[in-house]
């Protein structure tokens, strides 16, 4: 198939490449990729099934996990397929408007996920440093407010986004050297002046998740003091044990993202490869891990697991064909 690479305006196509410089590899690469994608959808939907089903879990610093966990599997369901596609199938076509659309949920599943940590970070502050007023502070009128200005603020920083795109002539290439849209990697190839796009895809999405990284630090440093100024050792390591999982999943989310976003502001001789291979990696490695951090570290959704399946083997056992 023969690609046109001069475009005018709004180009009907852009042509994503997938990870240049690595296609030969791209049949190998698919195999670990497609892996870690069906393990993040499917403990994800394991664990927002477990949260629904259980009544004890029915609680504020779950029903925000339940948020993250439908955050990571919209973040590597809009990215990984079309990457797949690409590998397996040579399906290098996005139309414009598709690609617009991936852009903006993209960004905005990462700006949702930052603010659902910090939710949580509160939700941990409340019940540690003060335990006695957590059901009324934290009651679910409460709880659903902040739940609603998350996909408010989230919606309205990368809303602006599509019309900075949407502005822009496309009459250079139409040739993407990614395996999917990213604002900045689309703007690029704009035959217009991106300064607009520039300032405000960078700035305003990172000083947001920055103040949110500031905020939770500031949480977490309450929490600590808190707990460090219990009486017993058993207290203290009851009350850091509730926090571990959440630290674990903040420190997976925050730390390849700034990573990423330094080697790709500072990194000019890390080969381009190496750049879109952590991009994959970002978008579909956190999600994997998050539901099984939260399995492994959390009492409550380790025995609501376990009781889910003990009731599908009874159901399976007790039908006319088992």
Known sequence: MTHTNLTIFHPAVFVLLGIPGLEAY???LSIPLCLMYITAVLGNSILIMVIIKSVNLHEPMYFFLSMLAITDILLSTTTVPKALAIFWFHSHDIAFDACVTQVFFVHVMFVGESAILLAMAFDRFVAICAPLHYSTVLTWPVVGRIALAIVTRSFCIIFPVIFLLKRLPFCRTNI????????IGVARLACADITVNIWYGFSVPIVMVILDVI?????YS???RAVFRLPSQDARHKALSTCGSHLCVILMFYVPSFFTLLTHRFGHNIPRHVHILLANLYIVVPPMLNPIVYGVKTKQIREGVA????????WCCASPLG
């Open 222 to 224: 309450l929490i600590l």
């Open 26 to 28: 791209h049949n190998w």
């Open 215 to 219: 905020l939770i630090t500031v949480s």
């Open 176 to 183: 993407i050297p990614h395996s999917y849209c990213e604002h």
């Open 307 to 314: 009781n889910r399946f003990f009731d599908m083997k009874v």
